[in-house]
């Protein structure tokens, strides 16, 4: 099904492809990973919603949206009317914060607790937030809905809250499908396995999405054979100390006793780029040499255009809370071609 068709090295000054009219509205939107995708496949994307100042001022200087709610989505999901172009969206996309659902995190220790996270700096329940976007859906009645989250949502006892999930959206008026993806198979250089509820109106009566993605995968090697700098900055000697010991292609946990270092990975130069996280701490170090890959490497692995202006965030946070833009770009693609593509 999949062609490839999206380049993983690309800049924002060689504009999008023609627009189709289709419009979607995003929530969560951090640097506008999904935002950049949906404009790739052809949408017309009108802005969204983003709780952390600094962030929001990144993503309206990368992409001028004609609306920017710099704002909490449970304050916005409250509003009694919404501009006129919301109630009349193609797609609603939202990424939920996650974290207290990664398999990396603590998990059930957090949920149902109030924390300050870094995700907007503001206190607040994360694992609730899901239900927040699913009453802005309710409100909007978008033809359909996507919402993606971490992969560990579907594992443990957190599968109670898909089970849950799925429930509020089926009441907000919505049959729902749910897709394990992973972002290598689908021309993205980075192993990144996320889940999408992917959610049609139930008066659309559209066929079940078929998402069947077989990409070649894409090494650390053939990126560097496009004259790509791969080499950051040097690591510290605590990182130095284990970055000896790993084996190329492993986690530093695999050589540390204790299995610490857990996210920080030793690349090889014949496979693909580990999932790249904003966990502080957490670093991708380069095969041949005790240093972080470079920022450059990040972007590319991450589909960020390689003339993305970060301002003043560090380019490996934003790009690790968000959805890599090809990856986004190439589910876009099927349910235009699938669903929402007329004769027209």
Request: positive net charge.
């Amino acid at each position: 099904m999949s062609k490839h068709r999206f380049a993983y090295k690309w800049y924002l000054k060689d504009g999008y492809p023609k627009s189709h009219g289709l419009k979607v509205f995003g929530t969560f939107i951090c640097g506008g990973g999904s935002t950049m995708g949906y404009k790739l496949a052809g949408f017309e994307h009108l802005g969204g919603v983003e709780i952390d100042p600094e962030v929001a001022d990144v993503y309206k200087t990368n992409h001028n949206p004609k609306y920017l709610f710099v704002e909490d989505i449970r304050g916005f999901a409250d509003r009694k009317e919404f501009p006129e172009d919301l109630y009349n969206l193609d797609i609603l996309d939202g990424s939920p914060p996650c974290s207290s659902f990664s398999m990396a995190g603590n998990r059930e220790k957090d949920w149902g607790k109030t924390k300050v996270f870094r995700e907007g700096q503001a206190e607040q329940r994360l694992d609730d937030l899901f239900f927040d976007y699913i009453r802005l859906a309710k409100k909007l009645q978008p033809k359909v809905v996507i919402a993606e989250n971490v992969k560990g949502l579907i594992q443990g006892n957190a599968k109670a809250y898909v089970h849950r999930i799925k429930r509020e959206f089926e009441a907000a008026g919505y049959k729902v499908q749910l897709f394990l993806l992973n972002a290598a198979s689908m021309g993205v250089p980075q192993k990144r396995e996320r889940v999408f509820f992917i959610c049609q109106r139930n008066d659309l009566n559209f066929p079940k999405l078929q998402l069947n993605f077989n990409e070649k995968p894409i090494t650390i090697q053939e990126i560097e054979k496009k004259n790509i700098n791969s080499i950051g900055n040097e690591l510290s000697e605590a990182y130095k100390k284990w970055w000896v010991l790993t084996k190329k292609g492993n986690s530093f946990s695999t050589a540390h006793p204790k299995g610490s270092f857990f996210n920080t990975y030793k690349l090889h130069k014949n496979s693909i780029c580990p999932t790249i996280t904003a966990t502080e701490g957490a670093k991708i170090t380069h095969y041949n040499f005790p240093n972080q890959i470079s920022d450059e490497l990040i972007k590319i692995c991450g589909t960020y255009p390689l003339d993305y202006n970060f301002k003043k965030l560090e380019p490996k946070y934003l790009i690790g809370m968000s959805v890599p833009p090809v990856m986004t770009a190439q589910i876009a693609t099927e349910i235009y071609n699938q669903w929402l593509k007329t004769d027209e």
